[in-house]
């Protein structure tokens, strides 16, 4: 007992410090600030992300939508109705979990399978039309920007710093939120159907309803990233909410580990921060670039790169070496050899 209590205060320091050097790097410059909030939304989207596809095995294709929902509903309270930022961010949430329920109570009663995928990245195009026809209220084309800065008492936090800070806030909540979620009966039952739906039903649990939970949850947190990405650019446009940002989401928590929080928070840094480091190279060769990695960590680390913590070098050169075998290795010509050792 007490070593399971000193594992769990190694782990907490753990992400105390990497938060910490996290948050030290992006204050060490004005242009490391806007990237750090960048990853900040897109870890706060890609919890909701692991909470579905992670826990539930479905497969979601469009929080970026539910991102756009809470963008400009956070946008257009504050542009068209003159209200003040911190009430929106509670509208934005539930107008963004509203939307995921609605699409969740037909869809999720589908077995597994790529259902869920389909609808969601329909709903993302749906969504895109509709901000884009629907200029009277979203700009259509043109946009929306003039949105007003978070305050408190009179003071106005305009600045990028201030904004890091605020979303770092909001970003440690949501993880506080999700990991209770994922260690209580909610995050058992999430696992068990991952696991296997016809075994977990057998047992008397509501599949639908706990795929409903975890889907609501995760709309939830796409529409409070949409809040904070208003803040971060000041400018909305229907492009900003395609298809391929959801594609970019979920390629996040793949690469970081979508069986973990702490997975996919690791991978929205790594692959936010990645096509700036690359950003020395031509657009043709970062893009070549971007997919080689992204490609050998598929390759090598298909537990994402969560699965390299807290492993000594001697392990980690083990893992990759039989992996290396896994993928390289000739079956037949390995069982022939196998046979003839025997004989």
Known sequence: MKLIKNSSTSVN????????????ICLASSYNTIIGIQCLINAIAVLGIVLVSGYTRQIHLGQAAFIGLGAYTSGILMTKAGMGFWPTIIIAILVSMAAGILLGIPTLRMREGPYLAMVTQIFGEIIYVLLLNL???TGGSFGLTGFSSPSIAGHSFGTKRELLII????FVACFFVAYRIAKSKYGRFFLS???SQDAALSVGINTTKY???AFAICSAFGGLAGVFYTQCYGYLSPEQFRWSISLNLISMAIIGGIGSLEGGVIGAIVLTFLPEVLRGF????RMITYGILVILVLAFLPDGVISLIGKK??????????????????EKAKRKKALKIRD
Do not use: Y
């Open 167 to 170: 979303t770092a806030i909001f």
């Open 211 to 213: 795929k409903l939970t």
């Open 313 to 330: 070098p001697s392990e980690i050169a083990k893992m990759l070496r039989e992996r290396t075998e896994l993928l390289f290795t000739d």
């Open 282 to 285: 031509s657009a043709q060769w």
């Open 193 to 195: 159907i991952r696991e």
């Open 13 to 24: 320091v753990g992400r105390i410090l990497f938060f910490a050097i996290f948050i030290a």
């Open 135 to 137: 200029e009277g209220l």
